[in-house]
């Protein structure tokens, strides 16, 4: 999409405000807030994490990278939630302690919100503990799961372990993700379900309340 090619340009130079700039000539140019998350930010961050493991980008890039799709989000934000209709469900989100990466996570829960869910966002490193709690009280129907690390994929598995032993692992639908995991070790943990994108994570979030719906209709 040619309206995109600067936004992407931007990110890649971490330029916040050119970011800004691209992201508010596209929306004027009619390209929906999702498709700026899809086919802008996505790509483009996956482009800067190749950049990275590449040894072309250092640290200091991927952080003012990372600024400048917080800056875009910024104005996307408030688009994507005020559609006003009912949510399509609740969604609490969170990367799992041990972990800062949030890049991913934010995009999965920026494209859940344009897809009509309600995403309740507890941040980075959250402990097994905290989850449990934010199931209690924001009675979601999914929890969603990210981890960048190979030493904190285990603490979705502590997670989940934490959710059962509350008694609260049949209230929710537990969906992980992150460049790491893969639909084996999801299986392995006894997740719900794996997505490998932002747009895969909404695409199985519908699937897991369908799911849901339908195994509370059969009681
Ligand atoms: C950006 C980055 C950082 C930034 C994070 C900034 C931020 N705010 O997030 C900074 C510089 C802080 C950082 C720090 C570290 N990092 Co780092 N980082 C990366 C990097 C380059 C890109 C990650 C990223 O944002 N990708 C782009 C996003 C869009 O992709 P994504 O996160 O995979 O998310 C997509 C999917 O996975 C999926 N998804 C993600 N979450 C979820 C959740 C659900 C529920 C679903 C369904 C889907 C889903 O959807 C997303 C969109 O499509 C990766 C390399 C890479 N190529 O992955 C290394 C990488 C993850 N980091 C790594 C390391 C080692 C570290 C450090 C330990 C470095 C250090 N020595 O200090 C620290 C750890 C800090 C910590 N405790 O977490 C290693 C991990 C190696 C391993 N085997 O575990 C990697 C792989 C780099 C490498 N090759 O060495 N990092």
Not at 38 to 65: D, H, N, Q, T
Not at 109 to 131: H, K, Q, S, T, Y
Not at 133 to 147: K, W, Y
């Amino acid at each position: 999409m040619d309206q995109l090619s600067d936004l992407h340009e931007a990110i890649l130079t971490g330029d916040a405000s050119a970011a800004s700039e691209a992201a508010g000539t596209a929306l004027a140019a009619g390209v929906t807030p999702v498709d700026i998350i899809s086919k802008g930010i996505s790509p483009a961050m996956a482009e800067v994490g190749r950049l990275f493991e590449e040894g072309e980008y250092f640290v200091p890039e991927l952080l003012i990278s990372a600024r400048a799709t917080k800056a875009v989000f910024a104005i996307l934000r408030p688009l994507l939630v005020e559609t006003g209709a009912k949510p399509a469900g609740r969604v609490l989100l969170a990367t799992v302690e041990g972990d800062l990466h949030d890049i991913g996570k934010n995009l999965v829960g920026a494209m859940l919100e344009g897809a009509g869910f309600e995403v309740v966002d507890l941040g980075v490193d959250i402990p097994a503990p905290r989850f449990v709690s934010a199931v209690r009280e924001s009675r979601p129907q999914i929890v969603g799961l990210s981890a960048l690390l190979t030493t904190t994929m285990p603490a979705m598995k502590g997670t989940l372990e934490a959710l059962d032993a509350a008694g609260l692992r049949s209230a929710v639908k537990v969906m992980v993700g992150g460049a790491p995991v893969t639909q084996r070790y999801a299986d392995s943990i006894g997740a719900d379900g794996y997505g490998e994108t932002a747009s895969g994570a909404v695409e199985l979030a519908r699937r897991l309340i369908a799911t849901q719906s339908l195994e509370a209709s059969r009681g």
